[in-house]
């Protein structure tokens, strides 16, 4: 017998779309966003080779400084949060592609000074005029952007053959589904929806994008992916930090709105949409949209049954005091906003009926991690799960998102010895062991596809607003309950009590992560 011959299995190479010259303009390019995640992101992008040879960066915000202040601040806030080392060299040639221009957002003057030093820069570098505008700042200021991008030539309509103007929003597109449609009335006015790109971060990720992939692309789970041998779904999204600085913020939006209306709906429909028949953006988009109108609305009695909301008291995490959610600075004593939110729901079609979805988000919880677990049905109690005393685990696939990204499936397997002994066994794998190199950045994939006008991986109009009128359902039906205390966890716990029953009720348990 010839000896056996290893194959190495060399993944198929990816072809990226052309990149074009273009120039990205950041509102709010002082700010936070710019100096932890949007530049170091810029940076490995050009360190990986996929920027376009010519290209330039122009910030606009309100702090008065030089260019060379400005790409001294950036500098610093790559030195540290850039997924590759800073080389010194690398750095000296992208700094020279970084501008910065102090200006009023509400100001008409501002956007005649920034037409006018893009168009210098764009001939300096020989740049065709392709332009990106990022708005890192609030929703308030949404619509004076808007009119002094349209007023001042900055901003124009799609065209085969002229220069394209994008923009990129940044999440939370609104509080609820009126504020959400009057943003997107306000950037619809002088934008088309395919120039739109409203950014969630968590659509970067690498174990989100391999939802698909793992679907669509291994014929072991597509069959089986429905109601027939599917339990239960979970989706967590668990942060150990309280709100700290974020109070203010947090105060108005909750766990609801921050975490459940963009990122783990999201995740949900990756999980329970139908196959798209093409990767084309509008095709993948619509397929989610199917998830998002099959979501049953949770109103009267199921409000009570199917939600829990609460705040974390005091506690500790990690050995650190933490004080209870109602003390924190900048939190009203008498506050009802919830620092965690646990749903169970259902997607009401053909694929998924009676499957239950149980979502949980909260702030300072015992560790910082998202996962989504897809529990199969139990096996009949015969053979190897005669004992009812003792029965089988069920099989359970988990896609970790963070911190460690990679995905995990539990099967029983046969103890070694004489006696015929079972034992639920993990089959892991971890993206930074198997491929030898950490994933991208969320931001360095984001960017990257607005550059390449691929817009499968952010939300369309109508998607923002069905998810919104979803959640709005819930945030009205709390407010008729009219509820002046919330039930409490002890930070550094999974969650209140009434979470537990949520699940228990229905004979299941929450993952522990």
């Known amino acids: 017998m010839p000896p056996v011959t290893k194959v190495e299995i060399k993944p198929a190479p990816e072809t990226l779309p052309p990149v074009e010259p273009c120039t990205l303009v950041i509102f709010g390019g002082s700010g936070d966003l710019a100096r932890r995640r949007l530049i170091p992101a810029l940076y490995n992008l050009l360190l990986d080779g996929l920027l376009p040879p010519a290209y330039a960066v122009l910030g606009l915000g309100r702090k008065t400084m030089t260019d060379e202040e400005y790409r001294a601040t950036l500098r610093e806030g790559v030195q540290k949060f850039s997924r590759q080392a800073l080389d010194e060299s690398k750095w000296a040639a992208f700094a020279e592609h970084i501008f910065y221009l102090s200006g009023e957002n509400e100001a008409i003057g501002t956007y005649t000074a920034l037409k006018g030093r893009a168009e210098d820069i764009e001939r300096k570098f020989g740049l065709p005029g392709n332009r990106i505008f990022y708005l890192s700042i609030p ?284 034992l639920p066994v993990e089959m892991d794998f971890r993206y930074g062991e198997a491929f030898g190199q950490p994933s991208p950045e969320a931001y360095e994939r984001l960017l990257l596809d607005v550059m390449t006008g691929d817009a499968s991986r952010f939300m369309r109009r109508d998607a923002v607003e069905a998810s919104w009128a979803w959640i709005t359902t819930i945030l009205e039906g709390w407010q008729q309950q009219g509820s002046r205390w919330l039930p409490e966890y002890s930070a550094g716990t999974w969650g209140p009590v009434e979470a537990d029953r949520l699940i228990q009720e229905d004979g299941r348990i929450w993952r522990t992560l």
Not at 227 to 250: L, N
Not at 252 to 276: F, K, S, T, W, Y
Not at 386 to 399: D, F, K, S, T
């Open 139 to 422: 929703p308030s200021s949404f619509a004076s952007v808007c009119e002094g991008l349209a007023q001042s030539g900055l901003a124009t309509q799609p065209s085969a053959t002229a220069p394209y103007s994008r923009i990129i929003v940044e999440k939370p597109v609104g509080r609820d589904l009126t504020s959400a449609k009057e943003i997107n009335a306000v950037t619809g006015r002088v934008f088309d929806e395919s120039q739109i790109f409203r950014i969630d971060h968590y659509l970067g990720k690498e174990t989100v994008q391999n939802l698909m992939v793992v679907r669509f692309a291994n014929s072991i789970f597509e069959p089986i992916w429905n109601h027939k041998y599917i339990d239960h779904v979970q989706i967590t999204v668990s942060e150990a930090e309280g709100v700290g600085t974020r109070a203010t913020y947090y105060e108005e939006a909750g766990a609801l709105r921050d975490m459940v209306q963009n990122h783990i709906l999201q995740l949900l429909c990756l999980v329970a949409m139908e196959p798209p028949y093409s990767l084309d953006p509008d095709v993948v988009r619509n397929a989610k949209m199917e998830v998002l109108r099959c979501l049953r609305p949770i109103v009267g009695k199921d409000l009570e049954r199917y939600t829990v909301r609460a705040q974390y008291a005091a506690g500790t995490i990690h050995g650190s005091a933490v004080p209870g959610y109602r003390r924190e600075n900048g939190v009203d004593p008498n506050s009802t906003t919830e620092t965690y939110v646990a749903v169970k729901c259902f997607v009401e079609n053909w694929r998924w009926s009676g499957v239950p979805f149980y979502l949980r988000t909260g702030k300072a919880l015992p560790l910082r991690a998202s996962e989504v677990a897809v529990q199969f049905k139990e096996i009949p109690q015969i053979l190897f799960n005669a004992n009812a005393q003792h029965p089988q685990p069920p099989n359970v696939l988990a896609l970790r998102v963070q911190p460690e990204e990679g995905l995990s499936l539990r099967i029983v397997s046969r103890v070694p010895g004489t006696r015929a002994q079972t």
